[in-house]
């Protein structure tokens, strides 16, 4: 079974320019996760959806971030204008059935932002 | 106040040693306790969780909590130098959510 996959794993960008993100579930979970680790700090919950429908965007700092799950399958994670506190590890996670206790990551994509 | 606080370490022990980790956490609701592993440049993979209080054991690795004193613990016993790697706590904090402690920096020198 193939795992989480992220890419691309490392993006260095300008302040002002835009970055997407992508993240490739496990085949067949409907429950995809966005977290982010900003440098020092723990890792955050961004959003959550089910399928294609956001379910939980409650930790999106902002505006200038938009997620998106086209037909409940890979997920795209847009940052417009990144800002230099943008960078950081953004990780995805998909699961299956109990949520609590059946997340799979993914190894993440280190932004850095200049 | 942090809802799960964790010291990042690091921690350096030898070969053989016993480890114990600790997290303290604030926020009583939802009961899912877990660890994570996280070796470098990789995400966090799930190493064990434990449901509202009590032990749990698995092969060298042994996960307990405490709720009346909201500790949690992770406890390797004959730790390997491969056990090197940034341990996480966390709990679920909503229905899918978690959340997560900074992480201890695991040495395990051979």
């Known amino acids: 079974e193939a795992g989480v996959t992220q890419f691309p794993s490392h993006s260095v960008i300008e302040k002002g320019q835009t970055v997407t993100l992508r993240c490739d579930p496990i085949?067949?979970?409907?429950?995809l996760y966005w977290y982010r680790r900003v440098m020092g700090k723990e890792i955050k919950f961004l959003l959550h959806?089910?399928?294609?429908?956001?379910?939980?965007e409650s930790g999106m700092p902002n505006n200038r971030f938009l997620a998106e799950r086209t037909g409940g399958t890979y997920s795209t994670l847009k940052v417009q204008p990144a800002e230099l506190e943008d960078s950081g590890v953004y990780f995805c996670?998909?699961?299956?059935?109990?949520?609590?206790?059946?997340?799979?990551f993914g190894s993440g994509t280190r932004l850095t932002v200049v | 106040q942090k809802e799960v606080e964790q010291d990042p370490g690091p921690l350096s022990v030898p070969e053989g040693a016993i480890v114990s980790l600790n997290c303290t956490y604030s926020n009583s609701a939802f009961q899912y306790f877990m660890w994570y592993r996280q070796y470098s440049r990789k995400g966090p993979e799930l190493l064990m969780y434990?449901?509202?209080?009590g032990n749990k054991e698995d092969g060298r690795f042994t996960a307990q909590v405490d709720k009346s004193s909201k500790y949690i613990s992770l406890f390797i016993r004959d730790s390997q130098p491969s056990d090197s790697a940034t341990y996480l706590c966390a709990k679920n904090s909503g229905y899918s959510t978690l959340t997560f402690g900074k992480g201890t920096m695991l040495l395990v020198s051979p």
């Open positions: 959806f089910v399928k294609e429908s956001k379910q939980d």
């Open positions: 996670a998909s699961s299956q059935g109990q949520v609590e206790i059946g997340y799979t």
């Open positions: 434990t449901y509202s209080s």
């Open positions: 085949s067949g979970h409907d429950n």
